[in-house]
């Protein structure tokens, strides 16, 4: 079974920077557009960012255009999440996902893999 793990998420003020990993096998990042959502509390899970197989298509929700980067890195089965400028509305959850399927359906919610996410908490 295909396993995704996050790290890298931690507790910071306002304004500061964090990069969030996910790790993975080879066969998900070899053919996959990976993902990442967000769930903060008493709130639904929301879509944050996604990126192709290849890493030239990226994708973003309009919240974080602009501060945050996804990038993958395919020889080291990995995934990032540079995040900036943080502040405490970006306090989530955070999780990364896999499909074979298209933008649309990730966009929604619907993925293949999930991993168990790694938690972000930005203070005022």
């Known amino acids: 079974q295909e396993q995704l793990v996050e790290s890298g998420g931690g507790l910071v003020q306002a304004g500061a920077s964090l990069r969030l990993s996910c790790a993975g096998s080879?066969?998900?990042?070899?053919?996959?557009?990976m993902g990442w959502f967000r769930q903060a509390p008493g709130q639904e899970r929301e879509f944050v960012a996604a990126?192709?197989?290849?890493?030239?298509?990226?994708y973003y929700t309009d919240s974080v255009k602009g501060r945050f980067t996804i990038s993958r890195d395919n020889a080291k089965n990995t995934m990032y999440l540079e995040m900036n400028s943080l502040n405490p509305e970006d306090t989530a959850v955070y999780y990364c996902?896999?499909?074979?399927?298209?933008?649309?359906?990730?966009?929604?919610?619907?993925?293949?893999?999930w991993g168990q996410g790694t938690q972000v908490t930005v203070s005022s």
């Open positions: 996902a896999a499909t074979l399927s298209g933008i649309s359906r990730l966009q929604n919610g619907v993925a293949d893999y």
């Open positions: 080879r066969r998900t990042f070899s053919t996959s557009l």
């Open positions: 990126i192709n197989w290849s890493g030239a298509d990226t």
